[in-house]
């Protein structure tokens, strides 16, 4: 089984400023990482995806992720924020134990971005 | 253009009064997931169909049900809505034998019980 952890529910930041959103998981198995972001009343959009290989990813909308095995982390950062950032964003592992791909979400953290 | 619809966007039910959620997609992925989000929670998911096989997680309340009657359509009923069931429902395809490694999801349905 899988599990995710989103440590911080909500993180306030001013525009323009630096921001981290942090994800540990754990799993007894291989797993897959995502970052996905939810507008509100919306579905769920893909940030980015780690699956092998360099250990920095980059996504959408300037956003990028580094998956650091020895902690367990997937911590997503963006250099400089906008109000448009103001979203629901949550971290999800599926396994590679299956051909399902059934994600494991973390609770999620709500970026306010405030001019 | 849409590729994993869900209708309707908004749906009002009666506690206790059947309901049916539907989600189309235009992908022809193998694999199908229903999610159940309540306010300000994660998503949880409540069942999966790969190809016509049909996996329902160990804590999928009885009341929920799901129909698959093609590769394209997947169906979620609840069968005697009670309020704890207000949620966003959320439906998810995935492509096991490609290579894009994602869930695509839909908007959502908002179900709300009164």
């Known amino acids: 089984a899988q599990s995710v952890t989103q440590l911080d529910s909500q993180v306030p930041v001013f525009e323009e400023a630096p921001v981290e959103l942090r994800c540990n998981y754990s799993?007894?198995?291989?797993?897959?990482l995502f970052w996905y972001v939810q507008y509100p009343n919306q579905g769920l959009q893909l940030l980015l995806k780690?699956?092998?290989?360099?250990?920095l990813v980059k996504g959408i909308n300037g956003f990028e992720a580094e998956f650091n095995k020895s902690q367990t982390s997937f911590h997503l950062r963006k250099p400089s924020v906008h109000i448009s950032d103001t979203a629901e964003y949550f971290c999800?592992?599926?396994?590679?134990?299956?051909?399902?791909?059934?994600?494991?979400f973390g609770s999620g953290t709500r970026l306010q971005v405030q001019p | 253009d849409a590729m994993v619809i869900q209708n309707p966007r908004y749906q009002v039910t009666q506690f206790g009064k059947p309901v049916t959620l539907s989600c189309s997609q235009t992908?022809?992925?193998?694999?199908m997931y229903w999610y159940q989000q309540k306010s300000s929670q994660a998503p949880k998911l409540l069942f999966h169909?790969?190809?016509?096989?049909?996996?329902n997680e160990a804590d999928t309340p009885d009341n929920f049900q799901s129909r698959r009657p093609n590769t394209s359509f997947c169906f979620l009923d609840i069968r005697s809505p009670g309020l704890g069931d207000a949620a966003m429902y959320l439906c998810?395809?995935?492509?096991?034998?490609?290579?894009?490694?994602?869930?695509?999801f839909g908007s959502g349905t908002q179900l709300s019980v009164l």
């Open positions: 999800a592992v599926s396994a590679l134990d299956t051909g399902r791909r059934a994600l494991t």
């Open positions: 799993s007894s198995v291989s797993v897959y």
């Open positions: 780690y699956l092998s290989g360099s250990t």
């Open positions: 992908l022809n992925h193998n694999v």
């Open positions: 169909y790969y190809d016509k096989d049909f996996n």
């Open positions: 998810a395809t995935y492509n096991d034998r490609g290579l894009h490694e994602k869930l695509f």
